[in-house]
């Protein structure tokens, strides 16, 4: 009974510690003073159409949701063929392969951010927006790969296996074969690795420039020089468009889809 106790009350502390913030957050969004304050004295709406008046808000949202679709397209063409490669074969330099794929989420991000600053902007002097949806896609392959993998793993190889010795290709095998039946693992790995490269902040503080930022770096400028709740509003903007994106999912393939 002790025991059981302290783990509701573990658990509880753990929710709360999770979700405070974000209440905290969305209850400053609707303040009506200049400043963030909690609770607020009064309530408006006035911050989040602030956030609508804003251009840079809105060329940053953009550009981060351009940057963050492009990237993860990139991603998923590179890590779909390298998850199956390094789930199906075994080769000399697997090992290394394996380790070069995930180095991304092993070194720490400003270092990554940093190297990637250096070498192509720096040295191969490519221009801020290539050098951001490469930085980018490097990043989120680790999360490709991790889940299509996993996806592979829970697929019974004799499938393949009697699909080619009935004439099919490897390619063809994989095309009508694999793919349909790893396609939930496709589309958990597409939104993680989306999520991901929206949210970044480490490799794009490196690669963006004049001109050309995403909405995490334009949020945290903002922040720097401005102490109103504009910012908690469009937190709340972004957790409401996550939730609503969950919600879609749920109807169309239900969560349990993706357990499969």
């Not at 392969?97 to 040295?123: A, D, E, H, R, Y």
């Not at 801020?128 to 490709?144: A, K, Q, R």
């Amino acid at each position: 009974m002790k025991k059981n106790k302290f783990l509701v009350i573990f658990s509880i502390l753990v929710y709360i510690f999770l979700f405070a913030p974000l209440i905290i957050i969305a209850v400053t969004a609707f303040g009506g003073e200049s400043y963030i304050a909690f609770p607020p004295k009064n309530i408006s709406l006035k911050w989040f159409i602030n956030i609508f008046n804003s251009q840079t808000f809105m060329e940053t949202l953009k550009t981060s949701m351009e940057i963050s679709l492009i990237a993860t397209i990139f991603a998923l063409v590179i890590g779909v063929p390298a998850a199956y490669s390094l789930s199906r074969f075994n080769f000399r330099g697997k090992i290394i392969l394996k380790n070069f794929f995930f180095s991304p989420v092993i070194i720490p991000g400003i270092v990554v951010g940093f190297s990637l600053f250096q070498f192509m902007i720096i040295k191969l002097k490519l221009p801020i927006y290539i050098s951001l949806l490469i930085g980018h896609t490097i990043v989120i392959i680790p999360y490709i790969i991790r889940v299509i993998a996993s996806s592979l793993e829970g697929f019974d190889y004799a499938i393949e296996e009697a699909a080619m010795s009935l004439g099919a290709s490897r390619v063809e095998t994989f095309l009508k074969i694999v793919f349909p039946n790893i396609t939930s693992g496709v589309i958990a790995a597409f939104m993680l690795a989306f999520i991901n490269s929206f949210n970044n902040v480490p490799v794009s503080i490196f690669l963006t420039g004049p001109g050309i930022s995403t909405l995490p770096i334009s949020m945290m400028s903002y922040v720097e020089y401005n102490y109103d709740p504009t910012v908690s509003a469009l937190s709340v903007l972004l957790m409401v468009m996550t939730v609503i994106v969950m919600f879609i999912v749920e109807k169309t393939l239900g969560l349990s889809y993706f357990s499969k």
